[in-house]
C-alpha cells in the first residue's frame, strides 16, 4: 500500500522551501530558492509576487523531479505563507501595487494620525486581535487611499501573496482564516470580515477574497501542473500562515505548550480553544480553525540582528570561513562563546527595522548601551545574541500575562544551528526549552493540514505524538541572576527614550527622501 505523501511549501520573507513529506514527519526531497527583498525609500520593504511565484514553482519542480527519480508522486500541496502581506488589484485581478511585506512601515504616518485622534478605528483590536501597527494591511489600505490616490482609484481588490498564488495554481480566488486574521481586517469572534473596518476604510467585502478554512482545497491546474512537473488535478491545501503552522509542525499543540521562533524575526506563540485579547494589548491572536486560536507576538528583529553585525563587523571572518569551508556564523558563536553571560555591562536594544511586540513601535531604533574601552567584537556579537533574546522575553512576559505559565516551551528556526544562541535564551527567559527533532516547522504544519484534509490524519493534535525533543536547554542559575538584572535595565533604557525614538526616525526619514 503507498505511503501517502504531501509537498509542503513554506513562502518566507527572503525564500520558500518546499519538502516532501510522509505522514509520520519524515522528509524525503527538500528544494530551497531565494528571491528579493526591495527597498526603494527608508520604511519601504516590497518584492515581486512574481519572482516569489517563479520560486516556488522551481522548488516544487525541483521536488517533484527528485521523488520521480525514487519512484514516487505526491498526493497534493499545501502552502504555509508569510503573514501581513498586502497587494492590491485591479478589477481584471493583475497587481497594480508590489507585495508590501510585514516589515513595510510605510503607513507609520497614518498610524500615528489615527492614534493621535483616539480615532474609533484603533479601538478595534479587541474584536480583530491585530494591535494598530503599520505591519497590518489594513493600516496599508489606509495609506493606499491617502498617499497613492493615482494607484488607489485602479486598485478594486485588495489580497496577499497566499490568494496570489493559489489563484494562479487553481483559478480560485480566495484566502485561509489564518491568513485574513492577521489582516487587521478580520473579526475573530464572528470569523469573517468585520463589517465597521470595511465601512471606515471605504471598501466592501466584495473587494476581499472568500475565506475559507485551512483546510480548503482546489485541483491543480493543467497549466500549472506542467511547470511543476506533476499531475493535473491533485489537490492543492490552501494552509495557513507560517507563524500559527510552525506550533503545528514541531508539536507544540497541546495547552501549555509554547512554541519560540528565532530566524529573520522571532516570535512566541501558543495554541488556544478561543479568542483572547490583552488587556494592555500587547500581543495578536489569530484565527487557524473553527476551534483553534493562536495567541502570541511577533519581534521584526531576529536573525536580522545577527547578519547586521556578520555582514557590517565581520568581514574577515566571512573570508576566513569560506577558506576552511565553515559557516561564518560558526566562527561568530566561538567568538560570542568566549565572553561572559551579560558581556561585562553591553547591552544591544536591537530595533534594527522598527518593531512589533509587545511595543508596536515603528519608529524604534538600535541602542548599543554602556560601551566602554573594555567590549571588543566578541562583545558585539554576545550582546546581539543577548539582545534579540531580550527581545524575546519582553514578548513571553506579556503572554504569561494572557496565557498563564508555560508548561513547555519547543524552540525552531536558524537560530537552533547554534548551541549557545539556545542557551542564552534560556537564561534570560528563565526557562528550558527544547528542540524537536521536526526542525521544518511551517512546511511540515502545512503538510499536516494536507493530512488532515484528506483523512490520513484526525486532527493537527497528532503532531504532539509524532514529534518528538532532541535536546532540551536548561537555565543556569548564575547566568539567570546576571540576566535578570541587565534585562531590567534593557527594560527601564527602552521606555526612556521614546521621544529620542520618534525624534530620529522622522530625522532619518527626511533624510532618505532628498
Known sequence: MKTPLWIGIDIG????????????????????????LYTPQAGWAEQDPDEIVSAMESAVLEVSKGLLQRGQKPDGIAISSVFHSFLAYDRAGHPVTKLMTWADNRSQEIVREIKNKQCELGSFYRRTGCPFHPMYPLTKIAWLRKDRPDVWKNAALF???????????????????????????????????NPEILRLLQISETQLPEVVPTTYSRPLQADAAQRLGLQPGIPIVIGAGDGVLVNVGIGAVRPGQMSATIGTSGAIRMLTDKPRTDEKGRTWCYNLTDKVWVLGGAINNGGIALRWMRDKFNETEQRIAEKIGVDAYELMNIYAAKVPPGCNGLILLPFFAGERAPYWNADARGVLFGLNLNHNKSHLIRATMEGVCYRMNSVLCALKEVTGTPSEIRISGSFIKSKLWPQILADVCNEAVSVPHIQEGAAFGAAVLGFVATGVLKDIAVTHQLVTVEKTYQPRSEAVKCYGKLYEIYHRLYWKVQQEFTDIAAFQNQQSVK
Open 13 to 36: 520573507t527572503t525564500g520558500v522551501r518546499a519538502v516532501a513529506y510522509q505522514p509520520d514527519g519524515q522528509s524525503l526531497q527538500v528544494a530551497a530558492k531565494e528571491y528579493p
Open 159 to 193: 489580497g496577499s501573496i497566499k490568494d496570489y498564488v493559489f489563484r494562479i495554481w487553481t483559478g480560485k480566488w480566495v484566502v485561509d482564516r489564518s491568513i485574513a486574521s492577521g489582516s487587521g481586517l478580520y473579526d475573530i469572534f464572528m470569523l469573517c470580515w
